[in-house]
């Protein structure tokens, strides 16, 4: 009889190795921040707002792209737009085609033409909205699909609207909980959109209660590997990230999230953005990606 020796100690499988890909980003100094309107659950006028505060919250997370290699521009503030910061809102760009957008609420509708402005400005090919929507608030590019959301901002019929001007797949998803009204509240895109040999598999996390149960099947059946973010880490807007392929921005408070993170391989980069939530915004809403032209 034969002995044979003790198994060697599984080794926990490795998480994947991730790179992190070139971002070029808009961003807006919340110069004229402050909440002194409510259009969504989070905003209290009531609530005194420390604009100082917001502005250095805001300039750690630009040194912070600067620091990993990213590029930011800026767009000028505007006096009266307070709600100017959240970039994410002023239009959404695939391959240099910026289409602008069409705000549902009155109050962010001075901000259209600046950012349409904006994008001409700097080379993008502007394409005017039709239907009401806000931009990469509610639209989503993972990989070659757009997720598109409805229910509280953007509308139905601006699915069909970018589905034609960017002749992509456009999924619509409808979001049924009044704190997380923009797709970008409720889904992180966590993988690059293309990687070095044409486009990767992408991978999103998302906060599944945030979702009607039509669109959570869809969720699910598309992204069966996605990381299932709790309701704690999606109340302190931790799905509202920013993504490289590695490091994932996000809020210092979502800490489920950041395990989570860290399990799979990439890099939870810790950015505090406290103030700008008074006004319903986080790290996502701060950050508008320009792809393509320059
Ligand atoms: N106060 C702004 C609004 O309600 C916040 C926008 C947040 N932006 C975002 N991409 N989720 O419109």
Known sequence: MSLSSAPAAQAAPAAPARTAQHRRYLMCRPEHFTVSYRINPWMEPAKPTDTAKALAQWQALYDTYLALGHEVELIDPVP????????????FIIDGRALGVRFRVDERRGEERPFMDWFAAHGFDVVEPVSVQEGEGDFLLVGDTILAGMGFRSTGDSHAEIARVFDREVVSLRLVDPRFYHLDTA???????????????ANIAYLPSAFDDHSRRILEERYPDAILVDDADGAVFGLNSASDGYNVFISPRATGFEAQLRERGYNPVLVDLSELLLGGGGIKCCTLELRGKR
């Open 80 to 91: 009266g737009l307070p709600d100017m910061v959240y970039t994410a809102n002023g239009g």
């Open 187 to 201: 889904i992180s895109v966590l993988d690059p959109v293309e990687g070095p040999g044409g486009v990767e598999k």
